[in-house]
């Protein structure tokens, strides 16, 4: 039998674990053996130390050892693709690249989790459509992708629950913000959910858990380690999340955009990294061609409207209404006008998801209840020209003193300047 202390203090002086150690400490916690301040020591010093791969790969398959498996793949006879993103403010990517990447006949099952602070989650975004059901059945999930070619839903309990108690104890104790803590945290989850081939977005920016472009790639490059040493394909882009990606940032209003996206009315950031997500998803899966071609299909399925009918037979099988005025609408509109004329030079993504929090879109700590019909609508951003009382931003608010106060930090997101900003590109790498 292990003795966590002796683990801590090792990893503590900079020392590496042996691969049982590091299983037999998570599995022990999962099974409430190795109590939660040992856990909290050692993922402390984890923070500071860092795992080598070794211990990385350990930790993740200890951690996927914890819970059930699935093979979508086999279950369904095709080859899976799945899509995650590290999280960011107004990231509504999987709701449009799910009916793009199913109308181009890939099948996309896919499991989703709920967002905790300024950062949404597909599930909460998902939950503003009346009626539409995040739990289904295992047979139904699988049934509606064989023969829809899209399903989402929430995690299952039983999925890495190791990772679900890691998380919550990591995210009281500052050690969230640590790469292998982080890749071993996804890469559980994508890898016990049986896809065969996996697009990561990493974001990267003021908004992201990764701030600099060379922590994003040492994220990307220790997930895709991952994924290879699991014997599965990973592409990793890596995108900007200094300013929210595009425009409308809050659950109903996230919906209605990438439904305008779907429809080819989408913001021009936000549709092209849903293009080149689903691209990518496309020359993995198993229809055997290449990213130009994938590319082109991508944009024949928006073009034609294929996509859009997908979308919408996915949310009535899922329960939900899929029209837009089903939608709820915040009661209070305000706008957001600029104090001086010049080039927006900065929108800080944490401001504007900080606004979009407080005016009740997202949650503090995990039993929080959140309004689906608030948040923020961001009219102009980075580069764009502001004249003489420009309308920046949109607030939508349940009432009027919380739409002043999120007016307030929003207006304090935007920078004006004199010169437009140097253009910085949204895909600002791809790691293959
Ligand atoms: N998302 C996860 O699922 N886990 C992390 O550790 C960070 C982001």
């Excluded at 086999?74 to 107004?90: Q, W």
């Excluded at 003021?206 to 994003?216: N, P, Y």
């Excluded at 998803?281 to 034609?304: F, M, N, P, Q, Y």
Aim: some cysteine; hydrophobic content about 45%.
């Amino acid at each position: 039998m292990i003795r966590p202390a002796e683990l801590i203090e090792r990893k503590r002086d900079g020392g590496e674990l042996a691969p049982e150690e590091i299983a037999e400490l998570v599995l022990g916690y999962a099974r409430d053996e190795v109590p939660d301040y040992q856990l909290a020591a050692f993922l402390m010093a984890v923070y500071f130390r860092g795992l080598t791969s070794a211990e990385t790969f350990a930790l993740t398959g200890a951690m996927i050892r914890s819970g059930d498996t699935i093979d979508l793949g086999a279950e369904l006879g095709r080859k899976v693709v799945d899509k995650h993103s590290t999280g960011g403010v107004g990231d509504k990517t999987s709701l449009a690249v799910g009916p793009v990447v199913a109308a181009c006949g890939v099948p996309f099952g896919k499991m989703s989790g709920r967002g905790l602070g300024h950062t949404g989650g597909t599930l909460d975004k998902l939950e503003s459509i009346p009626g539409f059901q995040v739990e289904l059945p295992h047979e139904r999930f699988v049934a509606q992708v064989r023969e829809l070619g899209l399903a989402i839903i929430g995690q299952t309990a039983d999925l890495v629950p190791a990772d679900k108690r890691l998380y919550a104890l990591r995210d009281v104790t500052a050690t969230v913000e640590n790469v292998s803590l982080i890749a071993a945290s996804i890469m559980s989850k994508k890898l016990a959910a049986g896809a065969d081939a996996i697009v990561l977005d990493v974001k990267v920016g003021d908004g992201a858990f990764m701030k600099t472009l060379g922590e994003a790639r040492r994220l990307a490059e220790t997930m895709g380690e991952l994924g290879r040493h699991a014997g599965r394909e990973v592409v990793c882009l890596l995108s900007d999340m200094d300013q929210p990606l595009g425009r409308a940032v809050g659950n109903a209003l996230e919906v209605r955009e990438a439904v305008a996206t779907l429809r080819g009315e989408g913001p021009a950031d936000f549709e092209q990294l849903v293009v080149t997500a689903s691209a990518h998803l496309l020359a993995l899966s198993d229809l055997g061609l290449d990213l130009d071609e994938g590319t082109r299909r991508v944009r024949a399925a928006i073009g034609d409207g294929s996509a859009l009918a997908l979308y919408e037979r996915w949310i009535a099988a899922q329960g939900g209404d899929p029209s837009e005025d089903a939608l709820p609408r915040a009661p209070v509109v305000r706008e957001v006008v600029a104090e001086q004329e010049g080039y927006v030079s900065r929108l800080g993504a944490i401001a504007v998801g900080g606004s979009a929090l407080r005016l009740g879109a997202g949650r503090r700590t995990k039993d929080d209840s959140i309004d689906h019909s608030v948040g923020v609508v961001c009219r102009l951003k980075r580069g764009d020209a502001v004249g003489r009382g420009a309308v920046l931003a949109e607030i939508h608010a349940r009432d009027d003193a919380s739409a002043q106060d999120a007016a307030r930090g929003v207006l304090a997101a935007y920078e004006i300047g004199d010169e437009p900003p140097r253009a910085r590109p949204l895909i600002l790498d791809t790691i293959v």
